[in-house]
């Protein structure tokens, strides 16, 4: 399987502070997405990746990729208490299939 | 705006039933996915379509099938349903690569 692997399962942390989020996968991929998911709620997209780039920024978000290391992490900061839900890397293949990892769930402290 | 209908949003099927979820996209989408999801687990790819009448399966494909006869509609099938089959069913669509577009789910109560 190439389902992406979320480190940490949870993180809990204070507002302002910054939350960072791993993802890794087993084979090659040709981009990597990350999703979020408010309790009870729909997935909203966040970012997309391709495997020839190495880092995107969307507002007060940061994704790096490193296709040697089959890793992706996702960078939030200045944290708010809105911020608080269940985080998602999908890999996608050259072909279209898009797996997702189990997912970290982020609460932030006010 | 993309829309991706799921046909049910709620169902409550026996055990061994047969169980047809249906989904529709009007954005000429070529993949198409279903997902379950359960508390804990995440997301998992049940099976997933680049074309019509092509069919990939994905990480969890035991006791489900599809059929993509046109390119807006992937039907999810249960064969024969059972109770660890219920579940929060997401169907979603996209160009490849590309953000996915999710319906509004399907939650199925297999008793």
């Known amino acids: 399987s190439q389902q992406g692997e979320e480190d940490p399962q949870a993180l809990s942390i204070q507002e302002g502070e910054n939350a960072t989020m791993n993802c890794s996968y087993k084979?090659?991929?040709?981009?990597l997405q990350w999703y979020r998911q408010n309790s009870g709620r729909g997935l909203v997209h966040l970012i997309l990746i391709r495997s020839n780039e190495r880092e995107k920024h969307s507002g007060r978000l940061r994704v790096t990729l490193d296709t040697s290391k089959k890793s992706s992490s996702l960078l939030i900061t200045a944290s708010r208490a809105a911020d608080t839900a269940s985080y998602f890397c999908?890999?996608?293949?050259?072909?279209?299939?898009?797996?997702f990892g189990q997912g970290t769930i982020l609460t932030v402290h006010p | 705006d993309v829309k991706v209908t799921q046909s049910s949003r709620y169902l409550v099927k026996r055990t061994g039933e047969k169980v047809f979820l249906e989904c529709v996209q009007d954005m000429d989408h070529e993949n198409m996915f279903w997902y379950r999801q359960d508390p804990g687990l995440g997301l998992r790819l049940i099976y997933f379509s680049y074309d019509v009448k092509m069919k990939e399966k994905g990480d969890i494909p035991e006791g489900y099938s599809v059929s993509r006869e046109k390119k807006e509609r992937f039907s999810l099938i249960l064969e024969s349903a059972s109770t660890n089959q219920t579940s929060m069913y997401l169907c979603?669509?996209?160009?490849?690569?590309?953000?996915?577009?999710f319906g509004e789910g399907s939650r199925l109560t297999v008793l």
């Open positions: 999908v890999v996608g293949t050259s072909y279209g299939k898009l797996t």
């Open positions: 979603a669509s996209t160009i490849n690569p590309g953000e996915l577009f």
């Open positions: 084979t090659s991929i040709n981009n």
